[in-house]
Antibody, heavy 119, light 107 residues
Framework: QVQLRESGPGLVKPSETLSLTCNVSGYSIKSAHYWGWIRQSPEKGLEWIGSVYHSGSTYYNPSLQSRLTISVDTSKNQFSLRLTSVTAADTAVYYC????????????WGQGTLVTVSS | EIVLTQSPATLSFSPGERATLSCRASQSVSSSLIAWYQQKPGQAPRLLIQGASSRVPGIPDRFSGSGSGTDFTLTISRLEPEDFAVYFCQQYGSSSGTFGGGTKVEI
């Protein structure tokens, strides 16, 4: 049974970098598929952040591209998100997900983790 | 950026009734690349429909999707108690993969 679980700090200071990791169990991430990040807040709703292919190719939401890095570590069977220069507008529940077909079509999601940006 | 509008924000039904949810795009969605998700409180969204009308394996056949161009619909033929939730549409045919604001189906 494939499972995804997000981990990382729940509180980040404004102007700093938000870093999250998604650990995948029950499936070898290097085998196939895209792996994505999505966030959800009351203000903005659901927002696709970006995705990484198992080979390392990345696809980013243009609105976040300048601050965003998504990478994959096949040796640890995990992928990661880095978002720089965060503001309160980046406060959200962050989800990781698997996208087996198209890189924005998210078929299996993690449980989500709340990240608050505040001093 | 393609904007998806789901209205109304809330629909009220009784179990056993038929529910029809609307998703309207600000411009034509290429190849009907529209997905529908269900989200229950405290849970992540769950993919129900892809390609506007293809049910994901494991999703009950009371869920169906239709539409093309700018107008898409999710239909729940006969509401079960577990179907009361929030439903989101998403277009995955452009660079930003935008979601609609959601429709809450309540009892």
């Amino acid at each position: 049974q494939v499972q995804l679980r997000e981990s990382g700090p729940g509180l980040v200071k404004p102007s700093e970098t938000l870093s999250l990791t998604c650990n995948v169990s029950g499936y070898s991430i290097k085998s196939a598929h895209y792996w994505g990040w999505i966030r959800q807040s009351p203000e903005k709703g659901l927002e696709w952040i970006g995705s990484v292919y198992h080979s390392g190719s990345t696809y980013y939401n243009p609105s976040l591209q300048s601050r965003l890095t998504i990478s994959v570590d096949t040796s640890k069977n995990q992928f990661s998100l880095r978002l720089t220069s965060v503001t309160a507008a980046d406060t959200a529940v962050y989800y990781c997900a698997r996208a087996p077909g198209q890189y924005q079509l998210l078929s299996l999601w993690g449980q989500g983790t709340l990240v608050t940006v505040s001093s | 950026e393609i904007v998806l509008t789901q209205s109304p924000a809330t629909l009220s039904f009784s179990p056993g009734e038929r529910a029809t949810l609307s998703c309207r795009a600000s411009q034509s969605v290429s190849s009907s690349l529209i997905a529908w998700y269900q989200q229950k409180p405290g849970q992540a969204p769950r993919l129900l429909i892809q390609g506007a009308s293809s049910r994901v394996p494991g999703i009950p056949d009371r869920f169906s999707g239709s539409g093309s161009g700018t107008d898409f619909t999710l239909t729940i033929s006969r509401l079960e108690p577990e179907d009361f939730a929030v439903y989101f549409c998403q277009q995955y045919g452009s660079s930003s993969g935008t979601f609609g604001g959601g429709t809450k189906v309540e009892i």
